[in-house]
């Protein structure tokens, strides 16, 4: 099974910045793609960004574009989250994702694994 484990969540002001990790833990595994995902109170899952492997080809939700960055360390698995200027309609909890298959870039059934979650809350 494979497990992933997001870092790096706090409470800040708008304007400040967080970068979010995620890496797996128990099994190795091959993803085609990673992204991230966000939930806030009383609405769905919604895309953030993603970052196909093989390729480094980054895909972004047109609410992040200019301010959010994926990046990934594609031997130890690991993706990144780099946000800047955020907003407080930023607050949500954010989700790490893998796809195995390559397939949706941006709904949540093209991901195979996720991890728990971390809380970004973000102050005007």
């Known amino acids: 099974q494979v497990l992933l484990v997001e870092s790096g969540g706090g409470l800040v002001q708008a304007g400040d910045s967080l970068r979010l990790s995620c890496a797996p833990s128990?099994?190795?595994?091959?993803?085609?793609?990673m992204g991230w995902f966000r939930q806030a109170p009383g609405e769905e899952r919604e895309f953030v960004a993603a970052?196909?492997?093989?390729?480094?080809?980054?895909y972004y939700a047109d609410s992040v574009k200019g301010r959010f960055t994926i990046s990934g360390d594609t031997v130890q698995n690991t993706v990144y989250l780099q946000m800047n200027s955020l907003k407080p309609g930023d607050t949500a909890v954010y989700y790490c994702?893998?796809?195995?298959?390559?397939?949706?870039?941006?709904?949540?059934?093209?991901?195979?694994?996720w991890g728990v979650g971390t809380q970004v809350t973000v102050s005007s």
């Open positions: 994702a893998a796809s195995l298959e390559g397939l949706s870039v941006d709904y949540t059934k093209g991901y195979d694994a």
């Open positions: 128990g099994r190795t595994f091959s993803p085609i793609r």
């Open positions: 970052m196909t492997w093989r390729t480094g080809n980054t």
